[in-house]
Nanobody
Framework: VQLQASGGGLVQAGGSLRLSCAAS????????MGWFRQPPGREREFVAS????????VYAESVKGRFTVSRDKGSATAYLQMNSLKPEDTAVYYC?????????????????WGQGTLVTVSS
């Protein structure tokens, strides 16, 4: 299974971006999907996740109220709407497909990973 993330780019602080993630197989439509990011010089960290149905979402404290994760119902396509972006949101963003329908926050909960898309927020 391959995941393709897109939508990254350069944006000014306070701006918005929408990331998309499409999986190559519909089998992931029954699995949770997640977003992680790796800021420059730092470890990859959890951002948000959504369960298989889209009814349950989890967010990192640092993005709560600014980011929204969603997915097309019955599909393996997920989105991350990012509003009120800050320079500290600058990172390579990765989408991931989970092992189960549960929307976990640990990287070990996910076994399918996309290649990453760079988001740069200028001050």
């Amino acid at each position: 299974v391959q995941l393709q993330a897109s939508g990254g780019g350069l944006v000014q602080a306070g701006g918005s971006l929408r990331l998309s993630c499409a999986a190559s197989k519909r089998t992931l439509s029954n699995n949770a999907m997640g977003w992680f990011r790796q800021p420059p010089g730092r470890e990859r960290e959890f951002v948000a996740s959504i369960n298989w149905s889209g009814a349950s979402t989890v967010y990192a404290e640092s993005v709560k109220g600014r980011f929204t994760v969603s997915r097309d119902k019955g599909s393996a396509t997920a989105y991350l709407q990012m509003n009120s972006l800050k320079p500290e949101d600058t990172a390579v963003y990765y989408c991931a497909g989970a092992r189960t329908s549960y929307s976990g926050t640990s990287q070990s909960d996910y076994n399918y990973w996309g290649q990453g898309t760079l988001v740069t927020v200028s001050s």
